[in-house]
């Protein structure tokens, strides 16, 4: 979510993973609940929800970041050779990148 921006349901289900829809509204709802997401109605389509990361989500960038790099260095990841590239060039600026992405929307 943070680093791909996806915001719908249905861009998480289809994001090539193979989650469960059980498991996927679980952990949205887990994220809900923990306050690392947020949820809104979507303006086009008042049944759909949007969402968001707060500030506690926005919070765990550094974390995600470094896991992802660790990721990459040791397994095969679905994570593009460029974004890892840009991640690992500039730590900050990927993070205020995500900062900006996600406070202004």
Do not use: C
């Amino acid at each position: 979510m943070m680093m791909r921006g996806f915001r719908t349901y249905q861009e998480f289900l289809s994001s090539g993973e193979g989650i469960a829809t059980n498991i996927l509204a679980d952990r949205l709802r887990k994220l809900e609940g923990s306050g690392i997401i947020s949820t809104s109605r979507d303006p086009a389509d008042r049944r759909k929800l949007i969402y968001r990361l707060t500030q506690k989500g926005i919070g765990l960038g550094p974390v995600l970041l470094e896991l992802a790099l660790w990721s990459a260095r040791y397994e095969t990841t679905e994570a593009p050779p460029a974004m890892i590239q840009k991640m690992e060039k500039n730590r900050a600026a990927f993070l205020a990148e995500v900062r900006r992405k996600w406070q202004h929307d």
